[in-house]
């Protein structure tokens, strides 16, 4: 084998920028998620910076959680019903809208805090909206092969601006203000409605024109109950992130274990860093995926990957007084392993439920999807919150990669059609 075509079966399989729908939406992702990362950053220290009250602060985790589940759920049924490329229209322009708004309201000098809660809400429900037709309409686009590789390049591009956006936001805030930083992200939007314009007509199939109801909603759940290895997509993703995400303890870690100042420092940003860091390295040498046949077989040994990472970096917490500095390094690494290992499995999942689905069921899936990768984490904020306040940041972090293991080697047990699951089955399916 040449070094070439070594390469190629190791990096990101890019076969799918050949198609020029495909392309245009990544690209279009690219330029977006620059801003969508600026308002990100953006909103929480403006809703700091006008009330002085971290309480406010996190009432974003309510305003943003609760219309994500409910028009996520919601917005995959409508998917399922109504032409995919109008609804992607749609809610493009109204998170184009919503981003104006926000410009708007920090150019004019606006200090209502409920104001921008309630932009931010609309923000959420027109994303929850849009992230699950995104998704649904792969299948449309490209063949099934490589619809694993498609889901690595946008996670990947998702996970760079993850880690880049909060740095730029953090230079841009004292100098510009939030206003040119919400003005960003509503220019950058347009280069998505652009890409979803060019996109062909894609009413789902067997669909009704009629607007759906909670029934639609229901019946996404009633056909999981008879597709046991899709509902087990679900389940090994929450088991993943409710035992093993320790985010909530990050700033307690840094300032305590590894010795940075109460408010910030180098570590709190290395620690928030370093998974999506992982995920993007997992992304890149993420050419093996492609050729993954036994895909609930590989999710799952990603999964105890994420797991084993994340126990590292509890043992590397629990030994940071004997040398912080050498442990501090030692976590960062157990934690881009845990994030690599969480990129290849998101990518797998995401193709799985694309591929097996019927079509006509796919935007409920992904709404499900993405309520269920937007909530897991929030879920483990309060579970490692509640737990490190009484065994210790270290105990929980640890015990909660063990538990990741442990649920994840139960699921393996007890769903063996999870285990067998494979692609070319899929497929054909």
């Given at each position: 084998?040449?070094?070439?075509?070594?390469l190629?079966?190791?990096?990101?399989?890019?076969?799918?920028?050949?198609?020029?729908?495909?392309?245009?939406?990544?690209?279009?992702?690219?330029?977006?998620?620059?801003?969508?990362?600026l308002?990100?950053?953006?909103?929480p220290?403006?809703i700091?910076a006008?009330?002085?009250?971290?309480?406010?602060?996190?009432?974003?985790?309510?305003?943003?959680?609760?219309?994500?589940?409910?028009?996520?759920?919601?917005?995959?049924?409508?998917?399922?019903?109504?032409?995919?490329?109008?609804?992607?229209?749609?809610?493009?322009?109204?998170?184009?809208?919503?981003?104006?708004?926000?410009?708007?309201?920090?150019?004019?000098?606006?200090?209502?805090?409920?104001?921008?809660?309630v932009?931010?809400?609309?923000?959420?429900?027109?994303?929850?909206?849009?992230?699950?037709?995104?998704?649904?309409?792969?299948?449309?686009?490209l063949?099934?092969?490589?619809?694993p590789?498609?889901?690595?390049?946008?996670?990947?591009?998702?996970?760079?601006?993850?880690?880049?956006?909060?740095?730029?936001?953090?230079?841009?805030?004292?100098?510009t203000?939030?206003?040119?930083?919400?003005?960003i992200d509503?220019?950058?939007?347009?280069?998505?409605?652009?890409?979803?314009?060019?996109?062909?007509?894609?009413?789902?199939?067997?669909?009704?024109?009629?607007?759906?109801?909670?029934?639609?909603?229901?019946?996404g759940?009633?056909?999981?109950?008879?597709?046991p290895?899709?509902?087990?997509?679900?389940?090994?993703?929450?088991?993943?992130?409710?035992?093993?995400?320790?985010?909530?303890?990050f700033?307690?870690?840094?300032?305590?274990?590894?010795?940075?100042?109460?408010?910030?420092?180098?570590?709190?940003?290395?620690?928030?860093?370093?998974i999506?860091?992982?995920?993007?390295?997992?992304?890149?040498?993420?050419?093996?995926?492609?050729?993954?046949?036994?895909?609930?077989?590989?999710?799952?040994?990603?999964?105890?990957?994420?797991?084993?990472g994340?126990?590292?970096?509890?043992?590397?917490?629990?030994?940071?007084?004997?040398?912080?500095?050498?442990?501090?390094?030692l976590?960062?690494?157990?934690?881009m392993?845990?994030?690599?290992?969480?990129?290849?499995?998101?990518?797998?999942?995401?193709?799985?439920?694309?591929?097996?689905?019927?079509?006509?069921?796919?935007?409920?899936?992904?709404?499900?999807?993405t309520?269920?990768?937007?909530?897991?984490?929030?879920?483990?904020?309060?579970?490692?919150g509640?737990a490190?306040?009484?065994?210790?940041?270290?105990?929980?972090?640890?015990?909660?990669?063990?538990?990741?293991?442990?649920?994840?080697?139960?699921?393996?047990?007890?769903?063996?059609?999870?285990?067998?699951?494979?692609?070319?089955?899929?497929?054909?399916?």
């Open positions: 084998m040449s070094l070439s075509s070594a190629r079966s190791v990096v990101a399989d890019t076969r799918p920028l050949k198609n020029p729908h495909f392309r245009r939406l990544w690209i279009a992702q690219i330029i977006t998620m620059i801003g969508a990362q308002t990100v950053v953006a909103v220290a403006q700091y006008d009330t002085g009250s971290s309480a406010y602060v996190g009432l974003t985790g309510v305003f943003g959680l609760v219309p994500l589940i409910i028009f996520g759920l919601y917005g995959g049924a409508l998917a399922d019903h109504l032409d995919r490329r109008l609804l992607l229209a749609v809610s493009t322009t109204g998170l184009i809208a919503t981003s104006a708004l926000f410009w708007l309201q920090a150019a004019a000098g606006s200090t209502n805090v409920w104001l921008l809660l932009l931010f809400a609309v923000q959420q429900a027109f994303f929850a909206i849009n992230q699950p037709t995104r998704s649904a309409i792969l299948p449309k686009l063949p099934i092969p490589l619809l590789a498609a889901n690595s390049l946008f996670f990947t591009v998702f996970q760079a601006g993850a880690i880049g956006g909060p740095l730029v936001a953090g230079a841009l805030i004292p100098i203000g939030y206003a040119w930083l919400y003005l509503t220019v950058t939007l347009f280069a998505t409605l652009y890409a979803v314009v060019m996109l062909p007509t894609m009413p789902p199939d067997g669909s009704s024109p009629k607007a759906p109801g909670l029934r639609s909603v229901w019946e759940f009633a056909y999981l109950r008879h597709q290895a899709l509902l087990m997509s679900f389940v090994v993703d929450l088991i993943a992130m409710v035992f093993g995400m320790p985010r909530a303890l700033p307690e870690i840094a300032h305590i274990s590894f010795h940075g100042p109460e408010n910030g420092g180098i570590a709190f940003a290395l620690l928030f860093a370093a999506p860091a992982g995920s993007v390295l997992g992304g890149v040498f993420s050419g093996w995926i492609s050729r993954v046949d036994r895909q609930g077989f590989v999710v799952l040994w990603c999964i105890v990957v994420w797991g084993l994340i126990t590292g970096f509890g043992l590397s917490v629990t030994l940071a007084g004997h040398a912080a500095t050498l442990m501090l390094i976590g960062l690494i157990f934690m392993i845990a994030g690599a290992g969480d990129v290849a499995s998101a990518a797998i999942r995401s193709s799985m439920l694309q591929s097996a689905a019927d079509d006509n069921v796919r935007g409920r899936l992904q709404g499900v999807f309520v269920v990768v937007a909530g897991g984490p929030r879920i483990a904020d309060v579970v490692h509640g490190a306040a009484v065994v210790g940041t270290a105990a929980a972090t640890t015990g909660g990669g063990v538990l990741t293991i442990v649920g994840i080697a139960l699921c393996a047990v007890l769903v063996p059609s999870f285990v067998a699951f494979r692609a070319k089955t899929a497929s054909t399916a």
